[in-house]
């Protein structure tokens, strides 16, 4: 749940981490942009087997004045990445530092043992001051065989080889993990670091880990049997409550998972809402996964995209729904980012919440791409970058803007899921200001972007150049009503890479 052939990465080299540690981004554009957005990486791998130069999926963590964003860097076409990059900013997003994880993949450096790596999800251990990138590591047979953790002990900036959180055995088929840590000193767990992702290769099957030593090593939990699930993003409350907000595996319902013993056992799967969506034109790779982010009373806040206040499903708002204990949720509610009916489509969210804020006064920020017109195919969508918030906890919204935009789908990677950005982007809160982290797609002349072809690609990853601060509450969705019916079961588990 993100503009140009004429604007090339300053550095293209395969060269040690250690020398782009030297180099701060600082590019900021403003074409086409309503929000000024700077350039925070881009992918330097040129083999010939994935799209380059290409960048999707990015993940953020934030703490303090310091954010952390994570991303696949050299898509593959059937699944996962050359390598994952990293981009650290340690004054609230004015300033960022960037690399590539070492040990993960062939084409990192050091080399590791893995063909490919992806899903990038990053935390931070405020007990034992480590940061954490969690990815997963594929074979060549695009099987996922090892959950795996990069530690950084230095603020972001420099990351040691992975640790293996799980490896996968038999018939084990790893997919969609997450990663979250305990980090409220009066938690009787703090320090605890959870991770989560499904297995594939047993009809998805719910996994969750646990760390008490800063990442160095995992224990699995105990869960339910027979719970098939994808696409968590598990969040810890102050006191010590994990609370996972997860898709079924068949992406049709999105319930959530709950442990009160520090990561030991879990209970559910306790319901949230069926999911309705309508799928995204211009064969984009766009699905109905969550964006889940947590306040600093403990309230859970969960966003994805849905057309069931839409009458006859012809596009997707974004919608949410919230609980203060992870078993029973508010009715499902639309972010009002169009009027009903307007023929926008909205897709791909990234929803953050100021940790300093909570209740009828919490702080959201969401991130999302958008098609203005729903009709549209793959040579004419336009796809967009935008943004809303709200300073009362979602009961009101202020007016959307459009961060960037737009782009065509034929600039991005073709994967066998379709035109890609990522399966989700992220926005964190830092200095009081949201910061979403996005993948932006733009024409190189006289090319389309294509397999192989280390030329004819240009998809870095950008945040907006400056925090964007939460608006002013004018609109609001709670009165809209629910007229799209539901979807019937899908009859496949679904995975995704």
Not at 233 to 254: C, H, K, M, R, S
Not at 298 to 321: H, I, T
Request: hydrophobic share 35%; aromatic share 10%; with cysteine.
């Amino acid at each position: 749940m993100s503009i140009t052939s004429r604007f090339r990465w300053l550095t293209r080299t395969l060269g040690a981490v250690g020398l782009s540690l030297l180099f701060v981004l600082s590019s900021t554009i403003l074409a086409f942009a309503n929000v000024a957005i700077t350039q925070i990486s881009s992918d330097p791998y040129t083999n010939t087997t994935s799209y380059h130069a290409t960048q999707v999926e990015p993940d953020t963590y934030s703490s303090g004045s310091t954010i952390v964003s994570a991303f696949q860097s050299g898509r593959f076409q059937d699944g996962g990445a050359s390598n994952v990059g990293w981009a650290t900013s340690a004054n609230s997003g004015t300033n960022w530092t960037h690399g590539f994880l070492p040990g993960t993949t062939v084409f990192a450096t050091p080399a590791g043992p893995y063909a490919r790596v992806t899903d990038p999800s990053v935390a931070f251990d405020a007990k034992h001051r480590v940061w954490m990138t969690e990815t997963l590591g594929l074979n060549a047979s695009l099987v996922g065989v090892a959950v795996i953790v990069n530690r950084s002990t230095n603020g972001g900036t420099v990351w040691g080889n992975p640790v293996t959180v799980s490896a996968a055995t038999g018939r084990q088929n790893y997919d969609k993990n997450w990663i979250v840590c305990d980090d409220t000193a009066s938690s009787p767990h703090y320090g605890n670091c959870y991770a989560q992702w499904d297995d594939f290769g047993h009809n998805n099957q719910l996994h969750m880990a646990t760390s008490s030593d800063g990442g160095l090593t995992w224990t699995q939990a105990s869960v339910p049997k027979h719970s098939t699930v994808i696409g968590g993003q598990p969040l810890v409350q102050p006191n010590g409550t994990v609370i996972v907000p997860i898709d079924n595996g068949f992406e049709t319902a999105i319930e959530s998972f709950v442990s009160t013993n520090g990561g030991a056992s879990y209970s559910g799967p306790f319901s949230i809402s069926n999911i309705t969506f309508h799928t995204a034109a211009g064969n984009l790779r766009s699905g109905p996964l969550p964006s889940a982010e947590i306040d600093a009373a403990g309230k859970v806040y969960v966003v994805w995209q849905d057309c069931r206040f839409e009458s006859g499903c012809p596009a997707n708002d974004l919608v949410m729904s919230t609980s203060t204990n992870g078993t029973t949720w508010s009715a499902v509610t639309r972010v009002p980012i169009d009027v009903v009916g307007s023929g926008a489509d909205h897709f791909i969210p990234g929803l953050a919440v100021d940790k300093s804020t909570s209740g009828a006064t919490a702080h959201l920020g969401l991130t999302y791409y958008f098609y203005p017109n729903t009709n549209c195919t793959t040579s004419t969508c336009q796809l967009d970058v935008g943004f809303i918030s709200s300073t009362n906890g979602g009961s009101n919204w202020g007016t959307a803007t459009m961060i960037t935009g737009p782009m065509t789908l034929t600039s991005l990677p073709l994967t066998s899921q379709g035109y890609m950005v990522g399966d989700y982007i992220s926005t964190s809160f830092s200095g009081g200001t949201a910061h979403g982290v996005f993948e932006v797609g733009f024409v190189v002349t006289g090319k389309t972007c294509t397999l192989g072809d280390v030329t004819s690609c240009n998809e870095p990853t950008y945040t907006n150049a400056s925090g964007l601060a939460a608006g002013s509450v004018t609109h609001t969705g709670r009165g809209d009503h629910v007229v799209a019916s539901n979807q019937p079961a899908a009859p496949f588990m679904h995975t995704s890479r």
